[in-house]
């Protein structure tokens, strides 16, 4: 069985793309537009001919919206694990609770952000934002010292904005595509969408 490709865009909204195929999809950055702007990318693709039937669809991923978690250090020394979705992030005391707070970031941003998942430190404060759809389960345990954490309850993020993508124009190997964001509040997640190409 075949599995439709997913290729995803790379440094900006505007960046373009390449994906030669008949039938795929585009996921582009995240985004952040505000309601009723709109922008256009070119995605290059070696099957469109002159004359092509172009079919695209949208998805977008997080209609709920983010949601954020705050977990706060508490104590004077040692290491304490924060569990995020199931994995441990170990914490050390450094200093000051903000130095340590800092620092994790500083060490697990990266991997987190992987999972779609960013943390930022706030005066010994950590933010964790996920979709809300798919927020993980957050817990801390002492390791040594003791050093651990308060967290507080899930704050549900707004509704987000309604994105469409269409097809605006094309030419032997390539086309333009707009995403506009027709709703009420700004876009906070990648969108993406479905191309089929078929020749007259």
């Known amino acids: 069985m075949s599995r439709i490709r997913t290729v995803v865009q790379l440094t900006s909204k505007t960046t373009a793309v390449t994906c030669n195929a008949y039938d795929s999809v585009i996921q582009t950055v995240p985004l952040t537009d505000a309601a009723d702007t709109e922008f256009q990318f070119v995605v290059n693709n070696s099957v469109i001919q002159n004359i092509s039937a172009i079919l695209i669809s949208t998805e977008y991923p997080s209609l709920t919206g983010n949601s954020s978690r705050v977990v706060t250090l508490t104590g004077t020394s040692g290491t304490a694990n924060i569990t995020v979705g199931g994995v441990d992030y170990l914490a050390t005391?450094?200093?000051?609770?903000?130095?340590?707070?800092?620092?994790?970031?500083?060490?697990?941003?990266?991997?987190?952000?992987?999972?779609?998942?960013?943390?930022?430190?706030?005066?010994?404060?950590l933010t964790f934002v996920a979709a809300t759809a798919t927020f993980p389960t957050i817990a801390r345990t002492n390791v040594s010292g003791d050093l651990s954490a308060t967290i507080a309850s899930v704050t549900a993020g707004a509704t987000t904005g309604s994105p469409i993508v269409d097809l605006v124009s094309y030419v032997r190997g390539a086309m333009t595509v707009r995403v506009r964001n027709y709703g009420t509040a700004a876009l906070n997640n990648f969108v993406r969408f479905h191309f089929k190409i078929t020749h007259n």
Do not use: D, M
């Open 93 to 125: 005391f450094t200093t000051n609770l903000t130095t340590s707070a800092n620092n994790f970031v500083t060490s697990h941003s990266a991997a987190l952000l992987a999972l779609g998942i960013t943390v930022t430190a706030n005066s010994g404060a």
